[in-house]
């Protein structure tokens, strides 16, 4: 099994699951370089490949569409090409801001892509690349990821907790946060179940940057005041959807497990990014 992304977040959770896979360097296989991509796939020849890399950085990708669609889009092509003709499994992952936001309810598989920024149309890119070449891909979206870790939203909650008396967090977006301890096993047994076409996997609850901010400063024993903001008092370059709760008709059906709710998950999160700080 190849698994890209190797040092992220989620690649760093599934080595921890797969050990015996084959975690190239971004030196060995960049995605910002489709080319080699397909070089380094035909000199290695996996029977199975787990895309866990990506451009993620969602507010530069506004200056740096192209470079975001060459990773998120075009490469998973490249990988997805690969897979089809090799007749092996392919599995990538996607995200809730592939949607617009103007929902109420959750987002379920068949709900139409309308993304309001770069990086979600750099994923859009990548869904169609996958589904559109290989008619067995599995493209995973998920949401808010969070993990014990590395940077991410919890990581710099409690780091200004730490520095401050006061936070202020949109409390406007509501979401799903998704951690990788529960994603990286849940995102193999669908792989190892067969499961085709679009899954959406994330933690079950939702909330707001608020609430989860909120949740880990009070889960690591901090004493400081979280505020409510509106996004429109933290503008940022990139767009960011007001709901992108996600929501699967497909899970039950794939006899995939659900995920534990954040909050189960949380403690441990919060003590892993204590323990490195």
């Known amino acids: 099994m190849l698994i890209t992304g190797?040092?992220?977040?989620?690649?760093?959770a599934m080595r921890r699951l797969v050990p015996e896979a084959d975690f190239p360097t971004r030196n060995e296989l960049d995605l910002s370089a489709p080319a080699g991509v397909a070089a380094y796939l035909e000199r290695i020849r996996p029977e199975a490949i787990v895309n866990c890399g990506a451009y993620t950085?969602?507010?530069?990708?506004?200056?740096?569409?192209?470079?975001?669609?060459?990773?998120?889009?075009?490469?998973?092509?490249?990988?997805?090409?690969f897979a089809a003709d090799a007749g092996i499994p392919f599995v990538t992952f996607s995200t809730d801001y592939v949607f617009d936001g103007q929902a109420t309810e959750p987002y379920l598989e068949s709900h139409p892509t309308d993304p309001i920024n770069a990086y979600g149309r750099s994923k859009l890119a990548g869904e169609q690349a996958a589904l559109g070449t290989h008619e067995g891909a599995l493209v995973i979206r998920t949401s808010w990821v969070i993990s014990g870790t590395h940077?991410?939203?919890v990581a710099t909650m409690l780091r200004l907790a730490a520095e401050r008396?006061?936070?202020?967090?949109?409390?406007?977006?509501?979401g799903c946060p998704t951690c990788v301890e529960d994603l990286a096993p849940g995102?193999?047994?669908a792989l190892r179940s067969g499961a085709t076409g679009l899954l959406h996997l994330t933690n079950a609850g939702e909330t707001t940057w608020h609430g989860l901010a909120s949740a880990a400063i009070a889960e690591a024993g901090l004493e400081v005041a979280v505020e409510p903001i509106a996004t429109e008092?933290?503008?940022?370059?990139?767009?960011?959807?007001?709901?992108?709760?996600?929501?699967?008709?497909?899970?039950e059906g794939l006899g995939i497990d659900a995920l534990p709710d954040w909050r189960d998950t949380l403690p441990t999160i919060v003590a892993g990014l204590r323990s490195r700080s």
Do not use: C, H, I
Not at 6 to 12: E, I, P, R, S
Not at 57 to 81: K, P
């Open 151 to 153: 940077p991410n939203f």
């Open 165 to 174: 008396d006061t936070l202020s967090v949109v409390a406007d977006q509501r």
């Open 57 to 81: 950085a969602v507010d530069r990708a506004e200056e740096e569409e192209d470079l975001a669609t060459v990773v998120n889009g075009q490469s998973v092509g490249v990988m997805a090409r």
């Open 233 to 251: 008092d933290y503008p940022t370059p990139a767009k960011r959807p007001a709901y992108s709760v996600l929501g699967s008709e497909r899970r």
């Open 187 to 189: 995102a193999l047994a």
């Open 6 to 12: 190797g040092t992220g977040q989620l690649g760093t």
